[in-house]
């Protein structure tokens, strides 16, 4: 294949993103079926909230500056009584108060509401006030939350518990939002078994698949499973066609290194273009990405530890921009290693690493041992990845480095 090879993670990290196209499909989803959709448009509040001004405590509505109040330890009549839900229909006047509880509506002449504890309730209609409130004390207004119109979230964000609870607060029933894009994923190679099955001679089982699926569904993506394929251009074509019909994009795992059984590189050129293959970062290498017509198709490799560094760094944000969000490029904190590291110069790598909060609140991180893009129990054991630039060599203990914490990509 006659194509680029060896980009900078962050060239790849750009071509990739530049090169897919977000979703333009629209569906109004009801909010029980909202939570982790990608909201197609601005949302706005069609009413104030709160709706009308209420109480902030349990206690007693008055008027703050009733005559009545600068006697010492003044006392009130209790007319009435208004609850969250039945409020109280009459006007407070100069003497009077109304019992009052935590989100009713203030009753119309009080300006103020003393909290149950500044007082002392005398017989069942008379209330001693040890406290003397200020204007508009423990009411909430009137759209102090969210005025008419204003807007809740803008377009791009996905839904949260916190976010469905917000819309619920303004009345609203349903939101408008990007519909799933259909993401096709098999797996290849013939020493690929799925588990269940008995393992032959130089079988094994294959995690990548699980790997992969559970990835995607943790995004707002539709999983279109296409398989396991084995090394054979006729199988391979078939799993691309069927995703070619199905799917806006095509994810695969195995089969793109350099050996005479990888032949998903030549398939891809065959029914469609190779836009890049291979990118200079430890672990995953060899990565794969081109076009069948508007279809793009990321092959990524198939030891089980370059799958998932390859699918974090460069696959995840430009499947975010399909979904309609933001792609966000992974971050990284500064950290102090614990111990030393080896690492040849030539690629960004990416190591597994434990990192830990000291008591002063710094981070220090120490790797996982060995570094094998085979050793899959490394991922579980980590909590971030260490990165360690191009160009870097061999650190020692204590040497200042940058670490992704696992917390961004919910593994």
Request: hydrophobic share 40%.
């Amino acid at each position: 294949m006659d194509v680029p090879t060896f980009l900078d993670l962050a060239d790849a990290q750009k071509r990739l993103i530049e090169e897919v196209t977000a979703t333009s499909a629209i569906i109004d989803v009801p909010l029980e079926a909202a939570l982790g959709c990608v909201v197609a448009s601005d949302v706005a509040a069609p009413i104030d909230i709160p709706h009308f001004d209420n109480s902030a405590m349990d206690g007693y509505a008055l008027l703050h500056d009733d005559p009545a109040l600068a006697t010492e330890r003044p006392q009130l009549a209790v007319i009435g009584e208004s609850f969250a839900g039945h409020p109280y229909s009459g006007i407070v006047s100069p003497g009077q108060c109304v019992r009052i509880f935590t989100g009713a509506r203030i009753p119309e002449g009080a300006s103020a509401v003393v909290m149950q504890e500044d007082t002392t309730l005398l017989g069942d209609r008379q209330v001693r006030f040890d406290a003397r409130p200020s204007a508009q004390h423990h009411i909430r207004h009137r759209g102090s939350d969210v005025r008419l119109g204003q807007r809740l979230f803008a377009r791009g964000i996905r839904l949260t518990p916190a976010h469905l609870g917000l819309v619920a607060s303004a009345g609203i029933t349903s939101v408008s939002c990007y519909e799933h894009p259909r993401i096709g994923l098999f797996t290849n190679g013939d020493e690929i078994v799925m588990p269940g099955k008995p393992l032959g001679p130089g079988d094994i089982y294959d995690s990548n698949h699980h790997f992969l699926a559970a990835a995607l569904r943790a995004l707002p993506i539709e999983v279109v499973d296409l398989g396991h394929v084995r090394d054979d251009v006729r199988a391979l074509e078939n799993a691309i066609q069927t995703g070619l019909r199905d799917c806006d994009a095509i994810l695969s795992s195995g089969g793109v290194s350099v050996g005479e059984a990888d032949l998903v590189g030549d398939v891809l050129a065959r029914l469609g273009e190779v836009a890049f293959w291979k990118v200079a970062m430890k672990p995953g290498k060899p990565l794969l990405f081109g076009h069948l017509g508007n279809t793009p198709f990321f092959g990524l490799p198939g030891n089980p530890v370059s799958t998932v560094v390859t699918f974090l760094q460069l696959v995840r944000p430009a499947f975010e921009k399909m979904c309609g969000l933001n792609p966000t490029s992974p971050w990284s904190i500064k950290a102090t290693l614990r111990s030393a590291i080896d690492k040849s110069p030539g690629r960004l790598d990416f190591q597994r690493g434990i990192m830990s909060f000291d008591q002063d609140g710094s981070v220090t991180v120490e790797s996982t041992g060995d570094q094998s893009s085979a050793i899959l129990s490394s991922v579980v054991q980590a909590n971030c990845l260490i990165v360690l630039p191009r160009e870097q060599g061999n650190l020692l203990e204590g040497a200042g480095v940058r670490v992704q914490p696992y917390a961004q990509f919910g593994l």
